[in-house]
């Protein structure tokens, strides 16, 4: 039987290795593994990378393939086992059944097999150009914002990857005022009430939010300065906060960081074997999970970030600092990706323009 097995981390943390019902390491899958976390991936992507290959080796082993013997069809067929790994090949069974995972995952699965055969090719050990089989060229910008000069350029095609699944237009949700009401209600220790505060009041990133260090707040502005960031627009900007979240800080700091651990880090865990010790991603999870279940209101800690931006932008800040804020390269994505006004604040502008309009 294939499984992931999970150990400790000689620098610190955990890794992952996918192994045989022998319990021996897969090596062509850990030899990448290992190649991504040379090259600095973060290890919950190291883990993503296991688990997808894990399913991959699976598929193999139903199939009764090697993982040299792929090819388009072969990955194909990889779509179809994903959709429904217990009803490969009976085509009348699968169109009445809901497939088990969503398109977006299953391409994101796919998407990192690929990468290991890539890797694989480039080592010199897989012989069939896999890249080139998947990947087709079509003209840039079709329909889209064509950049500055573009027209003195020679390459007018990008090359895309064909063996992809539709993924449905998703409706990202923001929270409404009575769901932040109910979050704001619940009794909450200093800690989690200063997560929260923070996640809504900057919109900043889960990420950036577990490696905020005391230093990087300035009480008497109010700001907060986000160094570290998964994007290089993200880094080093500054954010702000209310003064009630200011004062509930400097409270935090006073109560919790004196006593009961001594690193720099703002947010740590405050119980279980690893206290003292900062918070991790998944640490913040849990605490979400929590919250979800005391409040019941179903968010997630991005969602703080798409419900603050949109907040913002009805307020009618400036879409150039709404792109700083957020830390975005192009307004676009701001606007585009993290604003959703809902149906109330659409009707209000429009009987706004309305009444200007009459009033002309």
Known sequence: MIKVMKFAYHRGGYRWVLVDKQNQMIQPVMKYIKYLDRMGRAPNTLKSYVYHLKLYWVFLHDVGLSYHEVDLDQLARFIAWLRHPESLDKVSYVQQVQAKRR????????????CFYEYLTRMGEFDYDLKTVLTKEIRRFKNS?????????????????ILKVKEPRRKIRVLTDIEIQKIEALFLNMRDMLIVRILFETGIRASELLNLV????????????????????????TVYVTSDTINIFQDYIIEFH??????????????????????????????????????????????????CATQLNDKGISAVSLKNL??????QTTLQMYVHPSDET???????????????
């Open 145 to 161: 914002y064509r950049s500055f000069l573009d027209h003195t350029s020679n390459n007018h095609t990008i090359k895309k990857r």
């Open 258 to 307: 004196s006593s009961q651990t001594s690193i720099d880090y703002v947010f740590f865990n405050l119980r279980g074997k690893n206290k003292g010790e900062q918070m991790s991603y998944w640490g913040l999870q849990a605490l979400i999970r929590r919250l979800n279940r005391k409040a019941e209101v179903d968010f997630t800690a991005h969602m703080f970030r798409h419900t």
């Open 214 to 237: 005391i230093s990087d707040f300035n009480i008497g502005k109010k700001s907060i300065l986000v160094r570290v960031s998964k994007t290089r627009a993200g880094e080093n900007r």
């Open 103 to 114: 398109e977006r995952s299953i391409n994101i699965i796919v998407q990192c097999v690929c």
């Open 346 to 360: 659409i009707r209000k502008h429009w009987e706004q323009a309305i009444s200007h309009e009459s009033k002309e």
């Open 326 to 331: 957020m830390g975005h390269a192009h307004i």
